[in-house]
């Protein structure tokens, strides 16, 4: 699938250089490229992204966050900011929205952002509730698996698993080839009941598609979904009026015909549950990579900020990340549609 063409800097910072104009910065002690030069020549052509110019991009987004936004409490550093520049191909305004919409995501939800550490999620990972397969898929893609059957809602609330799921991302992102990739999430829905699906109302899809769409710096290269019931169907109806077109399309029903999954993601990639011939379903791997990050959470995550309004000043959270409180006509709304899928 080709990648839309809103790929033009329209910084005015952009503009103003010209590569005849000066040259190209010398890369500082702080950032090192780790690309092969196979994903150099392709976040060139599919990222707009120049090795020449990338630390002059860099710099003219730290410029544009100092100037438009004192207050901001973010980090400055050429790797991180590389990551909204990349994920927003290099248009600077656009770049500059992802980072405050991606600090206002994290102040206005803090059921799922304090206290943001491996450690704090370990029933959530042994439940194998998610895991990252140990192959990419073959564009490079790490793959991000999903079982919400795993969850027993008696156990702990579902922002446990939306904490777990925005935690491996966080660690994901931090690989500069998943920032030129992408990742896929293969999603399996096999005994998901409607007493479950009912925990994900509009509320949580909406904060949760947000977050994904607008408030985080990853490519979403495609969701496959297995084993869906017939109650997925009101789940989707749910999910779908969130969703920008581009990223609607990209999602695959592929039910319980796993020929059809594999013409997507090839079967040496993926587990025998899922017909495929690499080994069993492993959640240890990557539950031990998260835990061994605790100490990047904690300094991340944990430690005690400004008040959200000296942070943002008059920065809004993305459409969908208010922190309105579901009413109880929405929550018999979303039970109806789901069983008039029955």
């Given at each position: 699938?080709?990648?839309?063409?809103?790929?033009?800097?329209?910084?005015?910072?952009?503009?103003?250089?010209?590569?005849?104009e000066?040259?190209?910065?010398?890369?500082?002690?702080g950032?090192?490229?780790?690309?092969?030069?196979?994903?150099?020549?392709?976040?060139?052509?599919?990222?707009?992204?120049?090795?020449?110019?990338?630390l002059?991009?860099?710099?003219?987004?730290?410029?544009?966050?100092?100037?438009?936004?004192?207050?901001?409490?973010?980090?400055?550093?050429?790797?991180f900011?590389?990551?909204?520049?990349?994920?927003?191909?290099?248009?600077?305004?656009?770049?500059?929205?992802?980072?405050?919409?991606?600090?206002?995501?994290?102040?206005?939800?803090?059921?799922?952002?304090?206290?943001?550490?491996?450690?704090?999620?370990?029933?959530?990972?042994?439940?194998?509730?998610?895991?990252?397969?140990?192959?990419?898929?073959?564009?490079?893609c790490?793959?991000?698996?999903?079982?919400?059957d795993?969850?027993?809602?008696?156990?702990?609330?579902?922002t446990?698993?939306?904490?777990?799921?925005?935690?491996?991302?966080?660690?994901?992102?931090?690989?500069?080839?998943?920032?030129?990739?992408?990742?896929?999430?293969?999603?399996?829905?096999?005994?998901?009941?409607?007493?479950?699906?009912?925990?994900?109302?509009?509320?949580?899809?909406?904060k949760?598609?947000?977050i994904?769409?607008?408030?985080?710096?990853?490519?979403?290269?495609?969701?496959?979904?297995?084993?869906?019931?017939?109650?997925?169907?009101?789940?989707?109806?749910?999910?779908?009026?969130?969703?920008?077109e581009?990223?609607?399309?990209?999602?695959?029903?592929?039910?319980?015909?796993l020929?059809?999954?594999?013409?997507?993601?090839?079967?040496?990639?993926?587990?025998?549950?899922?017909?495929?011939?690499?080994?069993?379903?492993?959640?240890?791997?990557?539950n031990?990579?998260?835990?061994?990050?605790?100490?990047d959470?904690?300094?991340?995550?944990?430690?005690?900020?400004?008040?959200?309004?000296?942070?943002?000043?008059?920065?809004?959270?993305?459409?969908g990340l208010?922190?309105?409180?579901?009413?109880?006509?929405?929550?018999?709304?979303?039970?109806?549609?789901?069983?008039?899928?029955?």
């Open positions: 699938m080709s990648e839309e063409s809103d790929s033009l800097r329209t910084s005015p910072s952009a503009a103003s250089l010209s590569e005849n000066l040259p190209p910065p010398s890369a500082p002690a950032y090192v490229c780790s690309l092969t030069e196979e994903l150099v020549a392709k976040a060139r052509e599919e990222l707009q992204e120049k090795p020449e110019w990338r002059r991009d860099v710099q003219a987004l730290r410029d544009m966050v100092r100037k438009e936004c004192p207050h901001l409490s973010t980090s400055l550093e050429d790797a900011l590389l990551r909204f520049l990349r994920a927003r191909k290099f248009d600077y305004d656009r770049a500059l929205q992802l980072l405050i919409n991606y600090h206002s995501c994290r102040r206005s939800w803090p059921e799922v952002f304090n206290d943001l550490r491996p450690s704090a999620l370990k029933e959530v990972l042994a439940s194998g509730f998610l895991t990252v397969l140990p192959h990419t898929d073959p564009r490079g790490p793959v991000l698996c999903l079982r919400p795993r969850w027993i809602p008696s156990n702990y609330p579902i446990e698993n939306i904490r777990a799921v925005y935690l491996t991302l966080e660690k994901l992102i931090q690989s500069e080839e998943t920032q030129v990739n992408g990742i896929v999430i293969l999603a399996d829905y096999k005994g998901v009941s409607l007493s479950k699906a009912s925990h994900f109302g509009p509320f949580i899809a909406k949760v598609i947000g994904l769409q607008d408030g985080f710096p990853i490519r979403i290269k495609a969701v496959h979904v297995v084993n869906e019931p017939r109650i997925f169907k009101g789940i989707f109806a749910i999910i779908k009026p969130f969703l920008k581009k990223i609607a399309n990209r999602f695959f029903l592929h039910g319980s015909d020929n059809s999954l594999h013409t997507n993601l090839p079967r040496n990639i993926l587990p025998r549950e899922y017909g495929g011939t690499a080994g069993e379903l492993d959640i240890t791997a990557w031990a990579v998260l835990l061994a990050s605790e100490e959470f904690v300094r991340e995550f944990c430690q005690p900020g400004p008040p959200c309004d000296s942070i943002l000043g008059q920065a809004l959270p993305p459409e208010s922190s309105e409180v579901p009413c109880d006509d929405s929550m018999r709304a979303v039970k109806s549609q789901l069983y008039s899928c029955y």
